[in-house]
């Protein structure tokens, strides 16, 4: 008797522990359903503004369409198009320039006053934020208004020119500095990677700092050998995401030149041509074919970018 009541006692102990366990179950399952329920707007805005556009242009990019007629099959004639198209040529040297001249120089600048900033100013917060704005406003509207309005022929900058008696020009309508203007907007905008450059410097742990003052190590040794290395995680994210953000620039060059590209075409940017294209000349299937090189192109650079991150990014574990 003792043995059967024991087995029983198995059992129903093996019963409740089911019975505990299906209520889990069903208490988790009833969270994950709530859990997506929340998420619901996130995957419908998903799907309506970003997948479904992606795959619309992308079958777009091999048809004939100009926004007021059916669509037509071409196949790769977009594509093929691009190989003797001397404007997007244009563009895409353009675009090359301001990237790779704008972003290293907006990354030093960047990590000069971060560096700066990191030594204890008084009023950091003050000047953070000063330094952050033109972050926020470096692409809007205004903002290239008014940098049409400082580099114009009778603008800010030359009449500061001719308090010292030097004659200014037309630095916006001239084709030999037009693009210089717009890199030099885009390396004011420095804001957003300085404030990271900021938070990547108080993470530096002081003691590599104290113990290289102890060997009698310099400020410059300090730098290139502890700063620099330690930094480089938060150095390659900034030229990850700022070669991303430069490589989809468009409001800065579309204001300044009017929409044409400016002055034999030194502010045609990759995006502004593409804009032209197909809201311009409503070549949408053209436009859409642009649009996917643009993506595989920044794409590479990115590739490119992790590929080449372990040879020079430095982990501390």
Not at 207 to 226: C, L, N, T
Not at 304 to 312: G, Q
């Amino acid at each position: 008797m003792s043995a059967l009541t024991e087995l029983r006692s198995l059992g129903d102990s093996k019963g409740n522990s089911k019975g505990k366990g299906g209520r889990k179950g069903r208490i988790r399952h009833r969270d994950n359903g709530a859990g997506y329920l929340f998420l619901s707007p996130w995957f419908l805005g998903l799907l309506a503004i970003t997948i479904g556009p992606m795959i619309a242009s992308l079958v777009l990019s091999f048809t004939k369409y100009n926004l007021l007629q059916p669509a037509t099959f071409t196949g790769l004639d977009n594509f093929t198009r691009m190989l003797s198209d001397d404007r997007l040529h244009q563009a895409l040297t353009v675009t090359f320039v301001y990237v790779f001249v704008s972003v290293p120089l907006q990354l030093a600048l960047a990590l000069a006053l971060a560096l700066v900033l990191d030594r204890g100013v008084r009023g950091l917060a003050f000047y953070r934020s000063v330094f952050y704005l033109p972050s926020l406003l470096g692409t809007s509207v205004a903002i290239a208004v008014l940098w049409a309005r400082v580099f114009g022929a009778d603008g800010i900058f030359n009449q500061f020119l001719n308090v010292f008696g030097i004659e200014g020009k037309g630095w916006i309508s001239s084709p030999d500095t037009a693009l210089g203007t717009l890199i030099i907007l885009n390396v004011w905008t420095f804001g957003a990677p300085m404030v990271i450059f900021l938070a990547g410097l108080r993470q530096i742990p002081t003691m590599y700092y104290e113990a290289a003052e102890v060997d009698g190590a310099s400020r410059w040794r300090k730098f290139r050998s502890i700063t620099i290395p330690l930094l480089t995680p938060i150095i390659f994210f900034n030229l990850v995401l700022q070669i991303i953000h430069a490589f989809q620039s468009f409001t800065q060059a579309f204001i300044v030149s009017g929409g044409t590209g400016g002055p034999a075409d030194s502010t045609l940017f990759y995006t502004l041509y593409l804009y032209d294209r197909g809201f311009a000349n409503f070549d949408m299937g053209y436009a859409s074919a642009m649009a996917w090189v643009l993506l595989v192109i920044v794409g590479i650079f990115t590739a490119v970018n992790f590929w080449a991150s372990k040879y020079w990014v430095f982990y501390d574990d």
